[in-house]
Structures are given as C-alpha cells and as structure tokens.
C-alpha cells in the first residue's frame, strides 16, 4: 500500500508539474487566403479578430487556427521573446534566455503622453555590442539561440495594438524590417523581409521610409465572408453590422493581440541549423501613438498550416534522456505482456486496487512503464 501511495504521488506530482509550467504562446494559424490573411510586402499578416470568429463558424477559410484570443497580459507572456512592450510594464517581464545569451534585452515603447511616434534608438537608445553581432538601436537575437526557443515551431510575430478612443483614433500607423545578418550586420543572400505598402527592402543601415510606406492598420470594418473584401469601413460598431462578414477590430484590448505576422522567406532561414551563427535583427517604427503599451513578441509555439522547410524539432539533452526512459518502458511493458501470457496462473498487477506483486519482475517492468508513460508527456510538455 505504501508503494501504491508513492506511485500516486508520483503522479499527482507530474500533473502539478504540468500545470505550473509557463504560459507558452500557442496558436496554430491557417493557409493564407482572401479570407484569412492579407500579404503586406514580405509579410502575410493575420487578423486574430476576423480568425476567431471564422473559425468559430467553421468556415474553411480559417482552418485550422486557434485558439483564441491570444492572451498579451504580463503573466500570460513573461516566458516570450519580448521585443517591443510598455515602459511601463517593463517590470513585469522576464527573459525566457539565460543570462549571457546572445539576445537583446526588451525595447520599450512610449505611451501616447510620451511621444506620438516610436522609433527604435530615439525613444530609448540602445547602443549595441552587448554581444557580438548586436546592432545598435535594433533588436537581435543569434539564430542558434532563437532555434532552441523555437524548439521547431515557425517563426511568428504577434502584436498588440493598444490604442485609445473608437475606430480611425484607434490606428496606428507602422513600418518593420527583419534581417538575417552576420556578425558584422551584413544582410546575408537579401534575406530581409519589410512590412510597408511598398515592395522590396531597404537594405540600408537606417531606412528612412516615407510616411506613404507606413502600414494604417485598418478601423472598425467589415470583411466579406466570400472574398475577403472590406466594407463598412470605420462605420461599424459590431457583428451586427456586418450581414454576410466578420467584425473587425483592431483593437481588442490591452490585454489581447490583434496580429500575427509570418514571413516564409525568413521562417526557412532561421529554423535551418546551417544558420546558427547569424542573427536575426529587427526595426520597428511607428506613427499616430495616442495610447502606448504597444508589445511585439516572437511566439514560442505558433504553426502555420502551410508547406515548410523544416519542420522537426530537435530535442534538448534532457528531453533525449527521457524519451529514452520513455522508450525502455514501453520495452518493459511489452516484455511483462508476453510474460504474463505464459503465466496467466498468476497473480496480476492492479494499479486501481493498488494490488503489486513487487516480487514479480514483469509486474514491477509493466507499473515502471506505466509511470513513464503517464509522466513523460508533461515533462515534455
């Protein structure tokens, strides 16, 4: 009985475990389409609001994604790549990267009394050379480190907007550039992708875009459920607004984001092992602030349904030494069930009675493997 009760504790602790583990970021987002997504130069950008009620009505476009809303609260993202977040929330956020790591430390974005636009190096300087390969006034991260992070997820970036007031005073106005450099900050084979109404990258060291280059993210509208096209634009209020569409709001709360962004060019570059000694740098700028709190994060388990490169995820030492527990388990078990058949005379093991017979080496291989199987997946986790 006190070995039943062990096991039992065992257990519960493995789903104690499980359940205090961090909030990770996990969303799945669909194939781009006229309906789920739109493609803003190299950027196919999501609408969390639209997916979210698309989905709920199963409309194929939007499937499969989820689940929503993407929660953007401190406690819900402390363990995210924070690129961009208050400065008034900065406290409230920790690196999910080891002291040392080659990765930036969070940008931090003014409110609306602060500055009404935001630039990377003018609202808070940031000098560089924290590590090799780290630009001045940009946020970097080594792709080796990102590739752990990502842990075989895509490369998705989620936003959230924070604006005051209703529809159009709502919108921000932005522009934002990611790089794959070297460590000398030389875009390598062009692998920049830029969000702008414009086409291509500017590979400058400091692109000025003008502000016809700057993306308006849309006011309060509605978006067809046939062919994605807007309408009611800044005049609807609600879904009842909107026969034959979805509402969209850009701005669902502070604690909420309204945006996911992948780019497949760069998703292919920095999941490649190939890469792991360059970076990935990004600029962030953006216009008509009047609330502040803006937070940009990389998501730690995001998955686009669409073709990828890569795709498998390569497991930490500790997660090998477990898989291989897991695997001599199952081994067990296999081995005590061939054991068992050629000695159904005698007793059984029975975990819900708590009835082991210790002395038994089938019973004692089979209840080891049912611990393993049981506690391996939230370890995992």
């Known amino acids: 009985m006190q070995i039943c009760l062990s096991i039992r504790k065992m257990i519960a602790l493995c789903a104690l475990l499980s359940g205090s583990l961090s909030h990770a970021t996990v969303l799945t987002l669909p194939t781009a389409n006229n309906i789920s997504a739109h ?11 639209v997916l979210a009620q698309c989905s709920a009505a199963l409309d194929p476009h939007c499937l499969p994604s989820g689940p929503f809303p993407v929660q953007s609260s401190p406690g819900q993202i402390a363990d995210q790549a924070i690129i961009l977040t208050s400065a008034n929330g900065a406290s409230n956020f920790t690196s999910p990267f080891a002291v040392g790591s080659p ?3 969070v940008f931090l974005t003014p409110t ?6 935001y630039e990377m190096g003018v609202f808070q300087t940031e000098n560089g050379g924290k590590f ?9 991260i080594k792709l080796s480190v990102l590739q752990s992070y990502l842990n075989g997820h895509d490369l998705v970036f989620l936003f959230d907007n924070n604006q005051q007031g209703n529809n159009s005073s709502q919108s921000i106005n932005i522009w934002g550039q990611a790089r794959i450099v070297n460590a000398s900050g030389q ?13 291509g990258c500017d590979l400058s060291s400091n692109p000025a875009p003008a502000a016809a280059a700057y993306l308006p993210i849309q006011p309060n509208s509605c978006v067809n459920s046939s062919n994605g096209d807007y309408f009611n634009v800044g005049t609807a209020q609600n879904a009842g607004d909107c026969p034959g569409g979805y509402f969209l709001n850009n701005n669902l709360s502070t604690s909420r984001a ?34 502040g709190a803006e937070q940009l994060w990389i998501c730690s388990e995001c998955n686009v349904t669409t073709p990828r490169l890569l795709r498998t995820a390569v497991p930490e030492p500790s997660s090998l030494a477990l898989l291989a527990l897991g695997m ?22 029975s975990m819900a009675g708590c009835h082991v017979h210790w002395r038994r080496p089938d019973v004692m291989r089979s209840t080891i493997a049912r611990i393993a199987l049981i506690c391996i997946p939230c370890l995992l986790a």
């Open 39 to 49: 493609i803003y130069n190299g950027f196919t950008t999501y609408a969390l609001g």
């Open 103 to 105: 990765v930036d430390n």
């Open 112 to 117: 609306g009394n602060q500055s009404g636009t």
């Open 132 to 140: 090799t390969g780290d630009l001045a006034n940009r946020w970097d």
């Open 187 to 199: 875009v390598v084979n062009g692998l920049c992708a830029e969000i702008s109404t414009g086409a």
């Open 258 to 291: 309204e945006f996911a962004a992948f780019s497949q060019v760069l998703n292919n570059a920095a999941l490649d092992p190939l890469n792991g000694n360059l970076f990935l740098s990004v600029n962030i700028k953006y216009t008509n602030n009047n609330g």
């Open 328 to 349: 001599l388990g199952l081994w067990s078990a296999s081995a005590a069930g061939r054991m068992r058949q050629r000695e159904n005379d005698m007793a059984g093991a």
